[in-house]
Nanobody
Framework: QVQLVESGGGLVQAGGSLKLSCAASGSVISINVMGWFRQAPGKQRELVAAVSSGGTTNYADSVKGRFTISRDNAKNTVYLQMNSLKPEDTAVYYC???????????????WGQGTQVTVSS
């Protein structure tokens, strides 16, 4: 069973920074795409950023130039460095992996439990 353990959320003032981490455990051999989504109260879950196993990245327009996604394939971990945070970045941030391969199974579109990020004005 794959588990995604997220960390790094919290409360920060506008203009500040936070770094989220998400580690996939459970005998994971490889992961195709790792990413971060977020969901603010009353809004739909949206993609923040994603990175492929080859390093190709994709960002939401609202975070381009402020957030940076990276991954450590050896550790099956994805990071999201968030700078110049704004109150509108406040949301629950969810880690997502697609095609996480173990010896027994392939996990598609698999979610973490979420971590709260709150940006005060």
């Amino acid at each position: 069973q794959v588990q995604l353990v997220e960390s790094g959320g919290g409360l920060v003032q506008a203009g500040g920074s936070l770094k989220l981490s998400c580690a996939a455990s459970g005998s994971v051999i490889s992961i195709n795409v790792m990413g971060w989504f977020r969901q603010a109260p009353g809004k739909q879950r949206e993609l923040v950023a994603a990175v492929s196993s080859g390093g190709t990245t994709n960002y939401a327009d609202s975070v381009k130039g402020r957030f940076t996604i990276s991954r450590d394939n050896a550790k099956n971990t994805v990071y999201l460095q968030m700078n110049s945070l704004k109150p509108e970045d406040t949301a629950v941030y969810y880690c997502n992996v697609d095609r996480a391969r173990t010896h027994e199974l392939i996990y598609y579109n698999y979610w973490g439990q979420g971590t709260q990020v709150t940006v005060s004005s």
